[in-house]
């Protein structure tokens, strides 16, 4: 079976190339740290080296996904707004011009969406999220994903297409609190693979629930209660883990409510504490396969009429 | 008048000491940047410098409130429990044994309280408190204190005594999101001085207000208001301090309502924001004047019998 096209995932910090089959099935794949702020030479020569990577890939056309589309990428890709579905990123793909690779290449374009007029916007969950519709059950009907990372996101999704979406600085916050703030002081970790204390994190995903407090206040009990020795110094960061996490879920279960299992999208470490701190409050979670962003590329790759 | 005793107010990063007369006025002063984390040499030799300047002092006791109390200052001074008077914290106080000062030495302990089992604390604050309680108006009565800073603190005083309060992370979770976040990266200088830009301050004062969002949702958009080009980049720094002080606005308002006006106390350039933002949700302000630790320090030190 010959590629049809070549899906690129290009983020931040690394580049995913992988040559498509009609079908969707993956025929080759080659991965480097090479993201857009860590790439070496130029954009061009950086995807040529990952094209040559594939040697199977003839002059299939190029569909690139993530932040490479950004202000600081290789060519910005506007946002599209919600609601939005392959045919409609399929329609508004950004060509990138390129003196010497003899092939098409595009990017995706991210998505905004705007509530009581303040916009929000993702750049290559938007893919991830067309490959997640490709799922048993996932097709027809209202569906919350939960994306954690960084910045985390919560989407609801109706009959394939992404009708809203709120980001939440959860895990930006997280890094900043534990590693940078007067609460990271008494922290000490615990073990040497600094594993999650689940009894600090169940206790911080229950206080919220408990209590009616606000993050900010809460946040420093953090170091309250390390201070009077009621937490074990190995427990705070989950303890503080748990307080974001559960003042997430608070915000996000409340804005779109879940009626079937909530779909968690991202790292085995993250999406365990989420699970954790939804079933905790009642919520089923499912969790997404691998690499769901080829099956959204191909899924607007077809739309766009390639394979 | 000869001097009473020596009020000293030892914190992180500064020392003030005044000698200080019978009916609490003060006699003499001196000051330093020689605070717990910044003095040169050790605890009893910064003292007796501070003592120095301070020649019409004698053989007067010295009292010391702030962070020269906690476990990485002098001598440890344990927190004593809300409800918390002058006559409490006289009580309570913490002798530091000397070698060479030959006048008796204490420190005022901190202030500790336990809401829903969850301890909230304070050091250095109770003082000040107890001597804006000597203001007219404020020794009987409940009054609502707000004491902006990197960690502020909402104080309930009723009769003459600190009843309650609540520490709010604000001031810390500023200088982090501006100074180190991914929403500090669009954010440019108001000025050579960096003046706050009221419009945008404003703004997010209105928007937590408008809205029930979350605040680790409505934080993102610091950063696609600037993206979009929504809001101009010098205004972003003071959106953000409007965002984060309109929840804690929000929070603290519900925890202790105010009746009469809430009593500033802090730097001005601080407490304007505060009084901005309290203003526009309809709460007057009351401003507190400058050496409140002074008077507090003498009613602690009357309470103690020692004038």
């Given at each position: 079976?010959?590629?049809?096209f070549v899906a690129v995932?290009?983020?931040?910090?690394?580049?995913?190339?992988?040559?498509v089959?009609?079908?969707?099935?993956?025929?080759?794949?080659?991965?480097?740290?090479?993201?857009?702020?860590?790439?070496?030479?130029?954009?061009?020569?950086?995807?040529?080296?990952?094209?040559?990577?594939?040697?199977?890939?003839?002059?299939?056309p190029v569909l690139m996904a993530?932040?490479?589309?950004?202000?600081?990428?290789?060519?910005?890709?506007?946002?599209?707004?919600?609601?939005?579905?392959?045919?409609?990123?399929a329609?508004?793909l950004?060509?990138?011009?390129?003196?010497?690779?003899?092939?098409p290449v595009k990017i995706v374009?991210?998505?905004?969406?705007?509530?009581?007029?303040?916009?929000?916007?993702?750049?290559?969950?938007?893919t991830?999220?067309?490959?997640?519709?490709?799922?048993?059950?996932?097709?027809?009907?209202?569906?919350?994903?939960?994306?954690?990372?960084?910045?985390?996101?919560?989407?609801?999704?109706?009959?394939?297409?992404?009708?809203?979406?709120?980001?939440?600085?959860?895990?930006?916050?997280?890094?900043?609190?534990?590693?940078?703030?007067?609460?990271?002081?008494?922290?000490?970790?615990?073990?040497?693979?600094?594993?999650?204390?689940?009894?600090?994190?169940?206790?911080?995903?229950?206080?919220?629930?408990?209590?009616?407090?606000?993050?900010?206040?809460?946040?420093?009990?953090?170091?309250?209660?390390?201070?009077?020795?009621?937490?074990?110094?190995?427990?705070?960061?989950?303890?503080?883990?748990?307080?974001?996490?559960?003042?997430?879920?608070?915000?996000?279960?409340?804005?779109?409510?879940?009626?079937?299992?909530?779909?968690?999208?991202?790292?085995?470490?993250?999406?365990?504490?989420?699970?954790?701190?939804?079933?905790?409050?009642?919520?089923?979670?499912?969790?997404?396969?691998?690499?769901?962003?080829?099956?959204?590329l191909a899924?607007i790759a077809?739309?766009a009429?390639w394979?």
């Open positions: 079976m010959s590629c049809a995932d290009w983020g931040t910090t690394s580049l995913r190339a992988y040559a089959a009609a079908d969707g099935r993956v025929l080759a794949r080659t991965a480097s740290a090479h993201g857009i702020q860590s790439r070496q030479g130029d954009f061009e020569a950086t995807l040529a080296q990952a094209l040559e990577a594939l040697p199977g890939s003839g002059t299939a993530g932040m490479i589309g950004s202000q600081q990428g290789w060519v910005e890709a506007p946002y599209v707004e919600t609601p939005c579905s392959a045919d409609v990123l329609r508004r950004t060509d990138v011009p390129t003196v010497s690779l003899a092939r374009p991210g998505v905004a969406h705007l509530a009581r007029g303040v916009p929000d916007v993702m750049r290559g969950e938007e991830q999220l067309l490959g997640l519709i490709q799922l048993d059950g996932l097709q027809a009907g209202s569906h919350v994903v939960c994306m954690p990372g960084t910045h985390c996101k919560w989407v609801r999704l109706h009959d394939g297409v992404i009708v809203e979406f709120s980001t939440y600085m959860t895990g930006e916050l997280f890094k900043l609190l534990s590693e940078q703030s007067i609460l990271g002081r008494l922290m000490v970790r615990n073990g040497d693979a600094d594993v999650d204390d689940w009894a600090g994190f169940d206790a911080g995903i229950d206080r919220v629930q408990r209590e009616s407090g606000h993050l900010m206040h809460q946040l420093f009990a953090v170091r309250t209660e390390g201070l009077f020795k009621r937490r074990p110094a190995t427990a705070l960061k989950s303890y503080l883990s748990g307080l974001l996490i559960g003042h997430e879920l608070q915000a996000a279960l409340q804005d779109v409510p879940a009626s079937a299992p909530v779909v968690l999208v991202g790292d085995d470490r993250l999406t365990a504490r989420y699970q954790r701190g939804l079933e905790r409050r009642g919520v089923a979670v499912r969790h997404a396969p691998q690499d769901i962003v080829v099956a959204g899924s077809r739309a009429g394979c």
